[in-house]
């Protein structure tokens, strides 16, 4: 990875300018820049990842009301939508069949061929995509709620997890320690599965009641039956069969990690217990900023290290590696000298 000058569109009548303080790193870009989406979404280069951006606003459109210059706000995964189909009209911009993703998404401003995310020094966006940010929360640590925290807060938030509600984490990562963070604030009980008995310790420390070592058969067993919901938050091959064996009557088991081949399911683990086996994709722009305000209210943030710009190669080395608790976080000053 390299610097390059890009081009960003002047200020329009409802667009913000922000000037761009932190970034966090997400898998997804890693993806992105070793084009291994080719399918779904081929990499244009060059391409300038960056969707979980912390910024300040330093120049607003004359039509713009709802923020001013010198406000913290934030950018996620999304930048514009049609704002009239269906999927926009129920707050659920990020399945709109005309959304423009913040980085590598055609560029329908004619600016770029694609769009250009946050590993930059400044971006503009229409005022509807952008995000206040509550005034309590580190910014580095922030960052990745903008992607990881959406990600998490959506499915817990839709599946009503709250007190009296048991709650399964699999893995803790960038998305699972998040999750646990989330699910233990809404008040639920809160187990995360690992295969790594030395997570146990930092499991309990960011809200976990209790830790399962998924290898151990007799852990998995002594639970069987009494999840009301399991978030899975692994990206790699694994028996989803074993965690849905975990839900109790109409229980749901989210998947929110991407694993790169498909994961058997067995029909008669799902239909016995009228069971349920979803996905969930971050969440829309209102569900965004109240997932935002909940994390101000608890002051909930990522665990984060805080890289340079110039370190981004090392961090995708370490991110393949598992090397990292539990997000990277750009200084985007450190783009600037």
Known sequence: MSSTTIPRRDVTDRDVQIDILFCGVCHSDLHQVRDEWSEFMPTVYPCVPGHEIIGRVSAV???????KLGDTVGVGCLVGSDHSCPACKG????FCSNVTFTYNSPDKHGTAPVTYGGYSERIVVEEGMVLRIPPNLDLAGAAPLLCAGITTYSPLKRRGVGPGKKVGIVGLGGLGHMGVKLAHAMGAHVVVFSTSPGKRDDA?????????ISKNADEMAAHAGSFDMILDCVSAEHDINAYLNLLKLDGNLTLVGAPEKPLPVAAFALI????????SAIGGIDQTQEMLDFCGQHNITA???????????????????????????????????
């Open 204 to 212: 309990l420390r960011l809200g976990a009641d209790e830790v399962v």
């Open 272 to 279: 016995f217990g009228n069971k349920s086996f979803s996905g």
């Open 61 to 67: 459109g004359p039509g713009v009301t709802r923020f």
């Open 303 to 337: 665990d984060v290290e805080v890289i340079k710009a110039s370190e981004i190669n090392t961090a995708y080395e370490r991110l393949l590696r598992g090397d990292v608790k539990y997000r990277f976080s750009i200084d985007m000053a450190s783009l600037r000298g």
């Open 91 to 94: 707050g659920m911009e990020q």
